[in-house]
């Protein structure tokens, strides 16, 4: 019971809890501190996007509704799809585009793989002569070498073939360039301790080389792959007909379909034909920035 009574002196003595008033600017915590990083951030996203959603829109719309500019979904989805995929082929554009652009990007990537081993832990007499070689071919583009490719091609028989549209790509000093460099980087010691073991030079880059350039080779891929999917002029010149015609050439035939410009079709034969390209970017989204930040480290 002694223990339950307190002076009432003590209890005076307590003190009594304090409210807080809330600060005026307690808003202010709501707030990032850079909000203007954030604020350009969010108007940036939105310039990308909207395109993108825009391109969605009217992709289900017909002419006249195009022309009432009303950010609204349209009601001829399916006669687009019919003109696009049906009337102008574009399935069988993109099954040729899938076979140029594959078999450029495994054949590129392995032809600069192999490349790169030689010009690092080979040596061969004029190795630094054929690597200046490699270095002045960067300055000079397809373009400039188009007719007398084209000559080449026509009098090999390769016309309206995927050999024509494969085989001149095939080799890439960018990719040889980078993956020279990025070998150059690997400690000797490896090559040494594989040769000790009694590894041959396959072996090597089997089982000691590859392992360690997944990133470099992930991002590699992703870039030829594009490149070889967004191929438009070469196409052009060396493919006659249908048959082995790609995706982006046969994009321009949408663009007169009833004499006049059909903008449904148009855009969604463009976002049809932009998604083989996105899904290998997600698929090889974590190499190609690992390998991004590893060219950028060196």
């Known amino acids: 019971m002694a223990q339950l009574l307190q002076d009432p002196q003590s209890l005076a003595a307590q003190p009594s809890p ?8 307690s808003w202010r915590r709501w ?28 992709s289900t719309q017909n002419n006249a509704e195009v022309f009432r500019y009303q950010l ?13 995929m049906v009337a102008r082929h574009l399935g069988h554009y993109m099954v040729n585009s899938a076979i140029v652009a594959t078999a450029i990007t495994v054949g590129k990537t392995v032809l600069s793989l192999l490349a790169g081993l030689a010009f690092v832990y080979f040596r061969f007499p004029g190795k630094g002569l054929a690597f200046g070689f490699v270095l002045i071919t960067l300055m000079m583009p397809t373009e400039i070498l188009i007719i007398a490719l084209l000559r080449l091609v026509t009098n090999l028989g390769w016309g309206s073939t995927y050999y024509a549209l494969i085989v001149p790509f095939l080799a890439s000093a960018t990719s040889t360039f980078l993956f020279r460099q990025h070998f150059s980087n690997i400690p000797r010691e490896l090559a040494e301790a594989a040769q000790l073991d009694g590894a041959n ?29 967004n191929m438009y ?18 994009l321009q035939s949408l663009l007169n379909l009833d004499s006049s410009a059909s903008y449904g079709p148009m855009m969604l034969g463009a976002i049809i034909a932009s998604i083989p390209p996105l899904v290998v970017f997600i698929a ?7 390998g991004l930040a590893l060219s950028r480290d060196k």
Do not use: D
């Open 201 to 229: 030079p396959l072996q090597f880059l089997t089982q000691v080389l590859i392992p360690l350039s997944w990133n470099a080779i992930g991002a590699q891929a992703v870039i030829h792959f594009v490149y070889a999917w």
């Open 31 to 58: 707030i990032p501190e850079r909000w203007y990083v954030h604020l350009g951030l969010w108007l940036a996203c939105l310039a990308l996007g909207f395109p993108v959603l825009y391109a969605l829109i009217v």
């Open 72 to 84: 609204t979904f349209g009601s001829s989805l399916a006669f687009n799809w019919q003109q696009v």
């Open 233 to 250: 002029l070469w196409p052009r010149l060396i493919v006659q007909g249908r048959e082995r015609q790609v995706v982006q050439v046969g």
């Open 18 to 25: 304090v409210r807080q008033k809330a600060s005026p600017l």
């Open 284 to 290: 090889l989204q974590k190499p190609f920035m690992s």
